[in-house]
Protein backbone atom coordinates (compact mmCIF):
# COMPACT_ATOMS: atom_id res chain seq x y z
CA UNK A 1 0.00 0.00 0.00
CA UNK A 2 1.01 3.77 -0.86
CA UNK A 3 1.20 6.21 2.18
CA UNK A 4 -2.51 7.15 0.73
CA UNK A 5 -3.95 3.65 1.80
CA UNK A 6 -3.97 2.70 -1.83
CA UNK A 7 -3.00 -0.95 -3.12
CA UNK A 8 -0.29 -0.94 -4.86
CA UNK A 9 0.72 -4.01 -7.31
CA UNK A 10 3.98 -5.58 -5.67
CA UNK A 11 7.28 -4.99 -8.21
CA UNK A 12 6.83 -8.83 -9.17
CA UNK A 13 3.40 -8.20 -9.92
CA UNK A 14 4.14 -5.87 -12.89
CA UNK A 15 5.38 -7.19 -15.93
CA UNK A 16 7.85 -5.26 -17.92
CA UNK A 17 6.90 -4.07 -20.99
CA UNK A 18 8.48 -5.89 -24.31
CA UNK A 19 10.87 -4.19 -26.67
CA UNK A 20 10.49 -4.55 -29.93
CA UNK A 21 13.26 -6.82 -30.37
CA UNK A 22 12.03 -8.93 -27.40
CA UNK A 23 8.53 -8.69 -29.54
CA UNK A 24 10.66 -9.71 -32.72
CA UNK A 25 12.06 -12.88 -31.12
CA UNK A 26 8.49 -13.66 -29.41
CA UNK A 27 7.35 -13.92 -32.90
CA UNK A 28 10.25 -16.07 -34.04
CA UNK A 29 10.10 -18.41 -31.31
CA UNK A 30 6.21 -18.54 -32.32
CA UNK A 31 6.86 -19.59 -36.24
CA UNK A 32 9.74 -21.64 -35.26
CA UNK A 33 6.86 -23.72 -33.14
CA UNK A 34 4.70 -23.86 -35.79
CA UNK A 35 2.28 -21.38 -34.50
CA UNK A 36 1.15 -18.08 -35.63
CA UNK A 37 4.43 -15.74 -35.85
CA UNK A 38 1.91 -12.04 -34.79
CA UNK A 39 0.03 -13.69 -32.44
CA UNK A 40 -2.54 -11.34 -31.11
CA UNK A 41 -1.15 -11.27 -27.85
CA UNK A 42 1.72 -9.61 -28.76
CA UNK A 43 -0.81 -6.76 -30.81
CA UNK A 44 -2.72 -3.92 -29.44
CA UNK A 45 -5.88 -3.54 -29.64
CA UNK A 46 -5.71 -1.32 -32.42
CA UNK A 47 -2.55 -2.53 -34.51
CA UNK A 48 -2.49 -1.89 -37.89
CA UNK A 49 -0.28 -4.59 -40.46
CA UNK A 50 0.77 -3.58 -43.84
CA UNK A 51 1.77 -5.65 -46.14
CA UNK A 52 2.87 -3.43 -49.57
CA UNK A 53 3.83 -6.53 -51.29
CA UNK A 54 1.15 -8.71 -50.89
CA UNK A 55 0.17 -11.37 -52.77
CA UNK A 56 -2.65 -10.24 -55.87
CA UNK A 57 -5.78 -10.89 -53.60
CA UNK A 58 -4.29 -10.55 -50.64
CA UNK A 59 -4.98 -7.44 -48.31
CA UNK A 60 -2.53 -4.54 -48.17
CA UNK A 61 -4.04 -3.71 -44.95
CA UNK A 62 -5.30 -5.07 -41.48
CA UNK A 63 -6.22 -2.92 -38.94
CA UNK A 64 -7.49 -4.18 -35.12
CA UNK A 65 -6.24 -7.37 -33.06
CA UNK A 66 -9.20 -9.21 -34.17
CA UNK A 67 -8.81 -8.88 -37.85
CA UNK A 68 -5.09 -9.64 -37.21
CA UNK A 69 -5.51 -12.62 -35.37
CA UNK A 70 -8.44 -14.07 -37.80
CA UNK A 71 -6.07 -13.21 -40.97
CA UNK A 72 -2.86 -14.68 -39.41
CA UNK A 73 -4.76 -17.86 -38.06
CA UNK A 74 -6.20 -18.11 -41.66
CA UNK A 75 -2.63 -18.05 -43.16
CA UNK A 76 -0.86 -19.96 -40.96
CA UNK A 77 -3.06 -22.64 -41.55
CA UNK A 78 -3.13 -22.35 -44.83
CA UNK A 79 0.43 -22.56 -45.69
CA UNK A 80 1.57 -25.77 -46.06
CA UNK A 81 4.92 -25.30 -45.10
CA UNK A 82 6.83 -26.45 -41.87
CA UNK A 83 9.31 -23.37 -40.72
CA UNK A 84 12.70 -24.84 -39.27
CA UNK A 85 14.95 -21.51 -39.12
CA UNK A 86 15.86 -18.03 -39.20
CA UNK A 87 18.81 -17.19 -40.88
CA UNK A 88 20.78 -14.06 -42.49
CA UNK A 89 19.22 -12.06 -39.37
CA UNK A 90 19.72 -8.34 -39.17
CA UNK A 91 18.12 -6.13 -36.73
CA UNK A 92 18.71 -2.10 -36.54
CA UNK A 93 17.69 -0.18 -34.17
CA UNK A 94 16.53 3.35 -34.65
CA UNK A 95 16.33 6.87 -33.59
CA UNK A 96 12.81 6.32 -32.07
CA UNK A 97 12.97 3.53 -29.47
CA UNK A 98 9.82 2.43 -30.44
CA UNK A 99 10.70 0.89 -33.83
CA UNK A 100 13.49 -1.58 -35.18
CA UNK A 101 14.16 -2.52 -38.85
CA UNK A 102 14.84 -6.70 -39.27
CA UNK A 103 15.70 -8.14 -42.23
CA UNK A 104 15.49 -11.84 -41.72
CA UNK A 105 15.19 -15.25 -44.39
CA UNK A 106 12.89 -18.02 -43.20
CA UNK A 107 13.48 -21.24 -44.52
CA UNK A 108 11.70 -24.71 -44.16
CA UNK A 109 9.87 -27.67 -45.68
CA UNK A 110 6.84 -27.69 -47.93
CA UNK A 111 4.95 -30.37 -46.47
CA UNK A 112 3.24 -31.26 -49.71
CA UNK A 113 6.29 -31.78 -51.62
CA UNK A 114 9.21 -31.82 -49.35
CA UNK A 115 10.96 -29.35 -51.06
CA UNK A 116 13.17 -26.96 -48.70
CA UNK A 117 12.65 -22.72 -49.32
CA UNK A 118 13.38 -19.94 -47.99
CA UNK A 119 12.22 -16.21 -48.38
CA UNK A 120 13.57 -13.04 -47.61
CA UNK A 121 11.53 -10.29 -45.29
CA UNK A 122 12.03 -7.23 -43.86
CA UNK A 123 9.98 -5.80 -41.26
CA UNK A 124 9.23 -2.32 -39.55
CA UNK A 125 8.03 -2.47 -36.23
CA UNK A 126 6.52 -0.19 -33.65
CA UNK A 127 5.86 -1.57 -30.06
CA UNK A 128 4.25 0.81 -27.49
CA UNK A 129 3.88 -0.52 -24.00
CA UNK A 130 4.84 -3.80 -25.05
CA UNK A 131 2.41 -4.58 -28.14
CA UNK A 132 2.87 -4.11 -31.66
CA UNK A 133 0.90 -1.22 -32.59
CA UNK A 134 2.11 -1.28 -36.52
CA UNK A 135 3.73 -4.05 -38.17
CA UNK A 136 4.86 -3.77 -41.94
CA UNK A 137 6.42 -6.27 -43.53
CA UNK A 138 7.90 -6.56 -47.29
CA UNK A 139 7.94 -10.34 -48.50
CA UNK A 140 9.81 -11.70 -51.51
CA UNK A 141 6.26 -12.81 -52.71
CA UNK A 142 8.04 -14.65 -55.69
CA UNK A 143 10.11 -17.16 -53.98
CA UNK A 144 6.93 -17.66 -51.62
CA UNK A 145 4.75 -18.75 -54.53
CA UNK A 146 7.63 -20.41 -56.14
CA UNK A 147 8.15 -22.60 -52.71
CA UNK A 148 4.47 -23.46 -52.98
CA UNK A 149 3.96 -24.28 -57.02
CA UNK A 150 7.33 -26.06 -58.16
CA UNK A 151 7.19 -29.67 -57.93
CA UNK A 152 3.41 -30.33 -58.44
Given amino acids: MSSKGIAMPEAADVAPALSPLQVFERFRSNVLAGAVGLSGDLCAEDVI ?3 PFAPPGGPRRIVGREEVAAFTAAG ?4 PVR ?3 FRNVTVRQTADPE ?3 AEYEVGGR ?3 TG ?3 TA ?3 LVLRVRDGRVVHWREYQDVSAIARALTEGH
Fill in 49 to 51: VDL
Fill in 76 to 79: RSAL
Fill in 83 to 85: FDE
Fill in 99 to 101: VIV
Fill in 110 to 112: VTT
Fill in 115 to 117: RRA
Fill in 120 to 122: AFV
